[in-house]
Each structure stands twice: as C-alpha cells, then as structure tokens.
C-alpha cells in the first residue's frame, strides 16, 4: 500500500525564520505534488515535480524532489504570517488501469507574528 | 488550468435520506475524483469518475453508498444515500486534464447530518 507521511504535523514559527517540511513516500513514483490549504478553504497547487533532482520556487517557498530517497521537501525562507496554512504533498499511482494522487497526512503551519 | 464549482457549497440533512452534489468543470478533463475531508484531516480519495463508465470506488467505500455519474468530460455528480451522522464531512472534487498533470480542486461541500 502507498503510504505518504509528512513530517511534522504541526510546525509553530517565528517570522523571518527558515524551516523544511518533509513528505516522505513508501513505493516509486516519479512526480511529487504540493498543495496549500487555508483554513475553511479548498486546495490550492503550489508545485508539480515531475523528476528525480526537479526544484522549483515560488517566492519564499522552494520545492525539491529525490526519487531514490523517495523524499520531497518544501523549504520556507524568512516566513511571513501570510504562509500560515496547511500543506499537504501528494504522488500519484497507476494501478490496474485507473489513476489516482494518494495524499500526504499534511503539515499545519503557523507563523507567528 | 482549471475552475471548479460545487454545488450545493453547504447542506444540513437528516439522517437516512440522500444529498447529490455537482461539480462542474469549465474546460474537458480526464480525470474527475471525488475527496472526504474531515477536519484538521488529510484527504480521503471516495472515487475515481469514469466518463461513459462506473466509477472506480476505494477500499471503503460502495456504490450502494456513493453512487457517482459522469455523464461527460466537464461534470459530475456524487450522491451520499441514506445518510447517517458519521458522513458528515467536507466532499471535495477534483479534476486533472491529464494524468501527471496538477489537480484543480473545487471550493467544496459542507454537510451536517443531523
């Protein structure tokens, strides 16, 4: 079965702090997807991944990806109160002939003032 | 990119009846899928929409409970049948145009069963 776990959970900071979630998989896939979910509200795509080494950036978010390691990370640099959300990570399966995104636990972030 | 409604945004329904819930697409798609999110919670993948053929259900879940239609590449309907209190939650719809492509999600649907 395809687990997707996120680490951590939860994940208090400071403004103008740097910190990384972690969103780790448990089969191969080869595209990795980050998703933003405010509160109250629905999922926003922030990052589409699609190979081993890919990075991509958006303003103070930087998104990578290792294949091998099956390890995503999503990296905020100097945080604003605006980063405050829930992001989730999500890859994807092919199995039997259907498609689907199997979705990560979610880390619930909080940037204080 | 793709814009997504739901419908109806929010319902309060009594137990053992049934709510349907529509999800529209403003471009053709591929790919429909239909979501539970409690909250606090991740994502809880119902279904697979199939155009022109039954849905593709998760361990879980039933036709019986969750029937599905996807009558062509731009809509879909979920309906929650005989509904208790334990189906109160945040259906959500998804659609991707293609496979390995990003997913567009829709603003989603609150129920309450009482």
């Known amino acids: 079965e395809l687990k997707v776990e996120q680490n951590p959970l939860f994940l208090s900071m400071q403004e103008g702090k740097n910190y990384t979630i972690y969103c780790n998989y448990s089969t191969t896939s080869d595209r990795l997807y980050w998703y933003r979910q405010d509160p109250g509200k629905s999922l926003e795509s922030l990052f589409v991944?699609?190979?081993?080494?890919a990075v991509k950036q958006e303003g103070r978010l930087m998104a990578s990806l290792d294949t091998k390691a099956r390890l995503s990370t999503l990296h905020i640099t100097a945080a604003v109160h605006d980063l405050s959300a829930t992001y989730f990570c999500?890859?994807?399966?092919?199995?039997?002939?259907?498609?689907?995104?199997?979705f990560g636990t979610g880390t619930r972030l909080k940037v204080l003032a | 990119s793709a814009v997504i409604s739901q419908k109806p945004s929010r319902d309060i329904c009594q137990r053992g009846t049934s709510l349907t819930i529509q999800c529209q697409v403003d471009?053709?798609?591929?790919?429909m899928f239909w979501y539970r999110q409690q909250p606090g919670q991740s994502l809880t993948l119902i279904a697979t929409a199939n155009q022109g053929s039954e849905a593709t259900y998760e361990s879980g879940f039933v036709i019986d409970k969750f029937p599905i239609s996807r009558p062509n590449l731009t809509f879909s309907t979920l309906t929650v049948s005989n509904m208790s209190p334990e189906d109160s939650s945040i259906y959500l719809c998804?659609?991707?145009?293609?496979?390995?492509?990003?997913?567009?999600f829709g603003p989603g649907t609150r129920l309450l069963v009482l």
């Open positions: 471009s053709q798609v591929t790919m």
């Open positions: 998804s659609a991707a145009a293609y496979s390995q492509e990003t997913q567009y």
């Open positions: 991944l699609l190979s081993n080494g």
């Open positions: 999500a890859v994807d399966r092919r199995t039997s002939g259907t498609y689907k995104y199997i």
